[in-house]
């Protein structure tokens, strides 16, 4: 079965592997072997009561985004002048220069 990766990077393998981990390796000659894996989680401790109160969240969401207003404002700012990677790429290579990873390169 052939499977092509979109641009975003994934492959699609289907609903019946929805969920599921896979252990990814590449070969030396490029292959890439998917092997499925369970993942066992390590033993906690028990945690004591007192503990537990101090992580619980005493404030909602919206009184959090209220008090990080100005930081949530200034990334948002910084996110709008940012272009994705796959675009300047792409423009780069429209405007036939090249990219600063492969400046210096013969």
Do not use: C
């Not at 036939?96 to 492969?102: C, K, V």
């Amino acid at each position: 079965m052939l499977k092509e990766v979109g641009a975003s990077g994934q492959i699609s393998l289907g609903k019946k592997y929805a969920g599921q981990l896979f252990e990814m390796q590449i070969a030396v000659d490029g292959a890439v072997t998917l092997t499925p894996v369970k993942v066992v989680p390590v033993a906690q401790a028990p945690v004591a009561a007192e503990e537990l109160a101090a992580y619980k969240v005493s404030t909602t969401t919206q009184e959090w985004a209220s008090v990080h207003a100005d930081e949530i404002a200034q990334y948002n700012e910084w996110v709008t002048q940012r272009e994705p990677y796959a675009q300047r790429v792409r423009r780069w290579r429209e405007q036939g220069q090249s990219l600063p990873s492969e400046e210096g390169k013969s």
